[in-house]
């Protein structure tokens, strides 16, 4: 197959894509807003929907019933359990079914994303529905009554430390790569001062949309993992490679405010090599950015010093030895501050002092790398076809 054949065939497969993303989303909002009572909303669905939802209440026993006898037990059954649900969510949904609860049932739906939308209604705690062009949540009658039944501080309370177990778990494993479930806990209760239940821990993170979940659970190790984190296995052995070292006690709130946006996390050495690589290079800020998140994950990821170079070669091209004399020593100051995963969250320069020998700190005033020769303009080596930079190079 030659390059242009091969443009063509991508071409048409992105259009395939995109005609059936339009597709699945036209058919999602292709309910009217004439409904008010559960039943209404749950006749709609397909059997497939009910049975989504079914999972989501944990109803057992239910998935052999036809549609209409599974349309009639979840009408009479969810009203007595969406306090339960109500339980496990974490602030935005919770707000969003206050907001339907006082609304009459009714609110807009145009700042949420298809994806969000589809995971409230995949949960059953709100159903999409159009009017006059304008896309909307419903929340039935029965729910309504339901929340305004179980919405008391407590249950706010609980929908904020929800939403605080999310953040801090997405910045504790942004810097920390991988913890075993226990050592989670732990952390968790240390910093919100609350008793952590591992099982409700598990039924929260599971109402938790994947797009708002920077990591993931790892069966096989018990424990949870970034989704930046290349091998988790080796991770763990790095770390319980010093078992006198505890993970770094960072603050609540820098957790907090990683957890939010892990990209502002980046190291103050590293921006400096950005500004490096931007005085000597016409580069776009998006892609600077994205430069300088790769480079730190790389880092962070433990990656030996030559291929760290292999890897900002796929992002600029390094002409001669003069630039690399350039580039080299900003981006080992980088390498040195940056927080590591097999280090538990520290930088090698905080720990030079503890363990010289073992973490050896790379040398800021050396080049000990030699260039790659494919550029970015030329035939990637992967064999493609296509020019490195749009390939293996991206």
Not at 132 to 140: A, S
Not at 168 to 176: I, R, S, T, V
Not at 361 to 378: D, F, I, Q, S
């Amino acid at each position: 197959m030659n390059q242009h054949q091969w443009k063509t065939n991508i071409e048409a497969y992105r259009q395939r894509e995109r005609q059936r993303e339009k597709q699945a989303f036209r058919a999602f909002w292709r309910h009217d807003d004439t409904v008010s009572t559960l039943k209404e909303c749950l006749q709609r669905l397909t059997k497939g929907d009910l049975d989504e939802i079914r999972k989501f209440y944990q109803f057992q026993g239910l998935s052999q019933l036809s549609k209409q006898d599974l349309v009639d037990v979840l009408s009479d059954r969810i009203p007595d359990e969406f306090k339960n649900a109500l339980e496990l969510l974490d602030e935005k949904r919770y707000h969003l079914i206050l907001e339907l609860a006082e609304s009459g049932g009714r609110v807009s739906a145009e700042s949420y994303s298809h994806s969000e939308a589809l995971h409230l209604a995949k949960s059953g705690l709100a159903f999409p529905v159009t009017h006059d062009g304008e896309y909307r949540f419903v929340l039935p009658d029965e729910l309504i009554e339901a929340f305004h039944k179980a919405d008391t501080p407590v249950m706010r309370k609980k929908a904020a430390l929800n939403t605080e177990y999310v953040l801090l778990m997405n910045g504790m494993l942004h810097y920390y790569g991988f913890m075993q479930t226990d050592d989670v806990i732990e952390a968790l209760a240390s910093y919100t001062g609350e008793t952590v239940d591992k099982g409700r821990l598990a039924d929260v993170l599971e109402l938790v949309p994947e797009y708002e979940k920077d990591f993931e659970y790892d069966y096989s190790m018990s424990g949870y993992n970034d989704l930046m984190a290349d091998e988790p296995h080796k991770i763990e052995r790095g770390q319980k490679a010093r078992p006198e070292l505890g993970f770094y006690p960072f603050s609540k709130q820098e957790l907090l405010e990683t957890g939010r946006d892990s990209s502002k996390a980046i190291s103050q050495k590293m921006r400096e090599f950005k500004r490096v690589v931007d005085r000597n290079y016409d580069i776009e800020e998006d892609h600077l950015e994205d430069l300088g998140f790769e480079m730190e994950t790389a880092i962070r990821n433990g990656i030996d010093t030559q291929t760290l170079l292999d890897e900002l070669q796929q992002w600029i091209e390094i002409p001669d030895e003069q630039m690399l004399g350039e580039l080299i020593p900003p981006l080992m100051q980088a390498h040195n501050d940056t927080r590591m995963y097999d280090l538990k969250g520290y930088k090698p320069t905080e720990l030079i002092e503890q363990e010289r020998g073992a973490l050896n700190p790379l040398p800021t005033n050396a080049v000990p790398m030699k260039l790659n020769k494919v550029g970015r303009n030329e035939p990637c080596s992967c064999g493609s076809g296509k020019k490195y930079k749009k390939c293996c190079g991206k």
